[in-house]
Each structure stands twice: as structure tokens, then as C-alpha cells.
């Protein structure tokens, strides 16, 4: 099995559908490699698959092998800096690559219309037959609810894989009422299948204006803390709608912020010469080397390592 090489599994998990959850994978993926580990990310919302439109790899298709298909990749892996700079936390940048359902449709437009038995089926195709390379992690970004996918997800994986292998879940919901309200299910649905919560993030929680230096709690903060503490789980952070990591994503456009943007007490443009200047040439022009301009990618880093600590903490 390809997931012989994956020594951990992360699943992102949301009850409700439009929190982000493809947008807080990409960028879990993109910190893990940018602190120097090998990650794979599969996609399994198979109605919506947006994973290969994030990491600008629609055009892509994957590969037939012996025995499954080859993920298509996104970046090698390589040297991050030739600096000696201690504040650099990671040295290398790690090689990432992605399976979405996207990568074997004709046309992105086609649309997907199939009954549980058929979606269950691909999502078991898709765990047992790509040939993934030696990961260090494995992000799968899993659509809304609790449904056919998950439910045949879940029994994959607690039947063919260790339990050293499946570090956990990671839960995503925005600010709103309605939205927290659908999200407790799937903190529930973690509790009866016996998943790990490693934490909750709040996305969508501020607007960082891109003609200002403010950044605006649009739809309120903090519902997502709250429903964290009321479950006993880790809260791992807030995450505010930022357009210049949409224009990133959609036009390929290294983010600049306005003089004096502050995010959670940093400012956006010192942390941005920092990091840009500790980026090797050969990576400047990738999605991975133009995202450490973003106001986001100092928060994810954050909650990444918040991340590994618990998934590395079986007692936790």
C-alpha cells in the first residue's frame, strides 16, 4: 500500500461546507514543507475538488504505475537559505505533492454525479492506490458533513493502518453562529469514531484590508474558542480573510501589504523582509517561496507547531 510510506495522517475536518477547508489545507501543507518536512495532501471532496486550482497545478495529470498512480507534485524539495541565521527555523524546504480527483477529470467544469456506493469506492481507491513517496505527513482535506466519505475514510484507514499512523484531525469553522452549531457535529463524529482532535481553527475571522493597515473582525471573533473549550480540545488560532493570499493563489502574485499592516501585534512588512530574505533563489518563484510574503504564513506556522507537539504527544 502507498501509505506504507506516510509515517503520519492529518485529517481536515469541517460539519459545515464554505469554512475554507482547502484553503487551511493548502496552507498546512505549504508551513510543513516550509519547516522542512516531506507532505502529501489528498483530496477526497470528489464534488468539489479545488485542491489542484489552489496549488496551481489544474493543468496537471497524474501518472499510471504498477500497482497505482503517481501524485502529481508541486515542488522538489531543496535548500531554503545558504544563511547561517539561527532565526531561520528550518534549513530546507520539504518536497510536496498532491491526488485530487481534479487531476483525472476531462475538463474542471465536469460535474461529478455519483451515489454513495461509487464515491465510497474512490475514496478506497484513493487510499490504497496511489504510490505516495516517503512522507513525513499526509494532509486530506475531506468535504462538509459526516457522511459516505467520511464513514468509508475512517474504516480505511482504522482497518490499514497503525494507530501511530493517524495522528489525528484538525477542525475548521468560522466565527458565525450557524456555523459553530454544524461544526459540533463533527467534533461529535470525532468522539464516536474515536478520532483525535488536534485543535480548531477559526478562519475568516478579520479582514485584512488592502488598502489600509487595518485589519476588521468582519464576522466577529472568538465563536471558535469557545466551542474548543466547550470539547476539551486544543483552540490552535484565528485566521483572518487576507485577498492578497486570494490574488496569490489566483493570479500568482507574491502578497505586499500597506505600510503598517499589523497582524496579531507583528508587522506584516518586517516579517515579510525576514522571511523573503531567507528564501534561496531557486524557490523565490514558487507558491512556496511567494507565500512567506503572506501576513498568513506567520500564523500557520504558529499553529503547525502547536500541530506537531500534540501529534507527537500520544497521552495528549
Not at 455519483?114 to 499526509?138: C, E, H, I, N
Not at 478562519?203 to 471558535?224: I, L, Y
Amino acid at each position: 500500500m502507498g501509505l506504507d510510506n506516510v509515517q503520519n495522517i492529518i485529517l481536515v475536518l469541517s460539519g459545515k461546507g464554505g469554512v475554507g477547508k482547502s484553503s487551511i489545507t493548502t496552507q498546512l501543507a505549504l508551513t510543513l514543507s516550509l519547516q522542512g518536512h516531506s507532505v502529501g495532501v489528498l483530496d477526497i471532496d470528489l464534488t468539489g475538488p479545488s485542491i489542484p486550482r489552489f496549488f496551481g497545478i489544474e493543468g496537471a495529470k497524474v501518472r499510471q504505475a504498477p500497482g497505482g498512480w503517481v501524485p502529481v507534485p508541486v515542488h522538489e524539495g531543496g535548500s531554503r537559505s545558504n544563511e547561517t541565521d539561527s532565526s531561520i527555523s528550518s534549513k530546507t524546504i520539504g518536497p510536496l505533492s498532491c491526488m485530487s480527483l481534479g487531476f483525472i477529470l476531462s475538463s474542471r467544469s465536469d460535474a461529478v454525479i455519483w451515489r454513495g456506493p461509487k464515491k465510497t469506492a474512490m475514496v478506497r481507491q484513493f487510499l490504497s492506490d496511489v504510490q505516495w513517496p516517503p512522507l513525513s505527513y499526509l494532509l486530506i482535506d475531506t468535504p462538509p458533513g459526516t457522511s459516505d466519505e467520511h464513514i468509508s475514510l475512517l474504516e480505511t484507514l482504522l482497518k490499514t493502518t497503525t494507530p501511530s499512523q493517524l495522528s489525528g484531525a484538525v477542525v475548521v469553522t468560522t466565527p458565525q453562529a450557524i456555523s459553530i452549531s454544524d461544526v459540533k457535529k463533527e467534533l461529535n463524529f470525532c468522539k464516536k469514531t474515536g478520532v483525535r482532535v488536534l485543535g480548531v481553527i477559526e478562519n475568516m475571522a478579520g479582514f485584512v484590508c488592502p488598502n489600509c493597515s487595518e485589519c476588521t473582525n468582519v464576522f466577529s471573533k472568538g465563536g471558535g474558542e469557545i466551542m474548543a473549550r466547550e470539547f476539551g480540545v486544543p483552540f490552535l488560532g484565528s485566521v483572518p480573510i487576507d485577498p492578497a493570499f486570494v490574488t496569490l493563489i489566483e493570479e500568482g502574485t507574491r502578497p505586499v501589504y500597506p505600510k503598517g499592516t499589523m497582524i496579531d501585534g507583528e508587522e506584516v512588512g518586517t516579517v515579510q523582509a525576514e522571511l523573503q530574505a531567507s528564501e534561496s533563489p531557486s524557490h523565490n518563484d514558487l507558491l512556496v517561496g511567494k507565500y512567506t510574503s503572506c501576513s498568513l504564513y506567520p500564523i500557520f506556522n504558529s499553529m503547525v507547531k502547536a500541530v506537531l507537539e500534540k501529534a507527537d504527544d500520544p497521552q495528549s
